[in-house]
């Protein structure tokens, strides 16, 4: 990591702390829930939603509009229409929102309706992209590659930040291996590993680490246990009519009961969880 002159940690107590609003941040001693579903499908699914996760409390919405996916006949996501939807729901529930940027020619756009810009695992070494996000003042949130060593991670968000945008937070959402039995394998020492290397927020999403929604909890649980500043976990009104990646969505009822849960798990590290979720009238 000798050339991640910008992203190691120089000191225990140095810690970037990433603001998606003025009342919801990434790094600090709270811990921050981002969920949703994986797919923005319509204005009534995205307001159920707000609704529900916003009591839960959830701090942040992620919804995908521009997807990308393995088959080229599967479904690609909205567009601009699924971003103007997540740009009502920002307005009216007063919550920041996450999505994900696929090329240099929509982050435009994205930067207009959208609180952070989701690096895919598939982008991560996309360094052209990586390159024009660093010169924009927007949160990013970049997702480790498929099979990307710690090393290759750490410094694709150093073309981020030498290019002038400190406000990354890192993810690990599982690496590609040998066994079938989860869509990925979480790497949890990774995290840690992350948590001492470097000074950025580093976050977990089980969801895409295990593909299957009851392995979801546990392994949440587990990331903020040893020391992981945040989630972002799939959660749909009905999992099984996703568009996509049914299959490890959780309900918003369990989303909501994975919350509470969450607490005392907190606690436990010395963290804390916002208790209630203040709507503005």
Do not use: W
């Not at 103007?84 to 090329?103: C, D, F, N, Q």
């Not at 990307?148 to 890192?170: K, P, R, W």
């Amino acid at each position: 990591m000798l050339q991640a002159k910008l992203t190691s940690r120089s000191s225990s107590e140095q810690q970037t702390i990433v603001h998606l609003s003025p009342s919801v941040a990434i790094g600090g001693q709270q811990i921050t829930i981002i969920a949703g579903p994986c797919t923005v499908e319509s204005q009534t699914q995205m307001d159920l939603v707000a609704t529900k996760l916003q009591a839960a409390p959830v701090q942040a919405i992620r919804g995908g509009v521009y997807k990308p996916r393995t088959s080229p006949y599967a479904f690609q996501g909205m567009g601009v229409e699924g971003l103007e939807i997540l740009g009502r729901v920002r307005s009216h529930h007063h919550l920041p929102v996450v999505t994900e940027v696929m090329a240099i020619s929509q982050i435009p756009i994205l930067v207009e309706q959208a609180d952070m810009l989701q690096v895919g695992s598939r982008n991560m070494q996309n360094f052209d992209l990586l390159k024009e996000l660093g010169q924009i003042n927007k949160p990013i949130l970049l997702k480790r590659g498929l099979a990307a060593t710690l090393e290759e991670f750490v410094m694709a968000a150093e073309y981020i930040l030498s290019h002038g945008n400190d406000q990354v937070v890192l993810c690990e959402r599982g690496i590609r291996s040998f066994d079938t039995y989860t869509r990925n394998i979480l790497d949890l020492g990774g995290v840690v590993a992350l948590k001492q290397l470097t000074h950025l927020p580093v976050i977990v999403d089980p969801s895409h680490a295990t593909g299957k929604r009851e392995l979801v909890a546990p392994l949440a649980k587990a990331a903020i246990a040893c020391g992981a500043d945040g989630l972002i976990i799939e959660c749909h009104p009905v999992p099984e009519e996703s568009v996509s990646d049914a299959r490890q969505a959780l309900s918003l009822e369990d989303m909501i009961k994975l919350v509470h849960e969450l607490q005392p798990v907190a606690a436990a590290v010395g963290r804390t969880m916002v208790q209630r979720q203040l709507v503005a009238a």
